[in-house]
């Protein structure tokens, strides 16, 4: 089977989230059977639920992988439990030093108890729907739209595009 184009969206919104984030780019592209092809700038952006918590540094990677979805899966979250990421059931919108998701796959759509693909919730997240958009233009997602459709009607978030020299 060819490799497959996959978007992963990254949060960190413990630590030092911008080196956290930073050095998770870095190692999808150290996965075996992946190749980084880019990433977008940093966002900084407003936690999305009713938890009290700090901002997230998020960002988009796009990557090309052999692998197939389960086994990324599971490669995402050794990185992040390399970052100590904690997986509270109750707190499912909580803080977390790393958080890895697959957004697209391909053009591959499925649902299971441990992956679904495109993300669920991708269409309503600005920190996940604007770094696509800096890396890969206004790509169309079948059954959902163009990005910048997505981008137009998502709900709104308080959202910042950071260099490195605004920390």
């Known amino acids: ?56 540094i998020n960002a988009v990677a796009r990557i090309e992988t052999d692998l197939q979805p389960l086994a990324l899966l599971l490669e995402l979250q050794a990185i992040e439990n390399a970052y100590y990421r904690c997986r509270d059931q109750e707190q499912h919108w909580g803080p977390r030093t790393l958080d890895l998701d697959i957004i697209l796959f391909g053009n591959r759509s499925f649902h299971d108890s441990h992956l679904t693909v495109p993300h669920a919730e991708f269409c309503n997240r600005l920190f996940v729907l604007e770094p696509m958009f800096e890396i890969d233009g206004d790509r169309f997602i079948p059954g959902h739209g163009s990005l910048r459709y997505l981008i137009d009607n998502a709900p709104p978030l308080a959202m910042q595009r950071l260099d490195r020299g605004n920390d």
């Not at 978007?7 to 930073?22: K, P, Q, R, Y």
Request: glycine letters at 8%; aromatic letters at 8%; charged letters at 20%.
């Open 1 to 56: 089977m060819p490799a497959e184009e996959v978007f992963v969206a990254l949060g960190s919104n413990i630590g030092d989230s911008m080196t956290i984030v930073e050095e998770a780019i870095v190692a999808l592209g150290n996965i075996t059977q992946c190749r980084l092809l880019g990433y977008s700038s940093l966002y900084r952006s407003a936690a999305i639920g009713d938890i009290p918590q700090d901002d997230f």
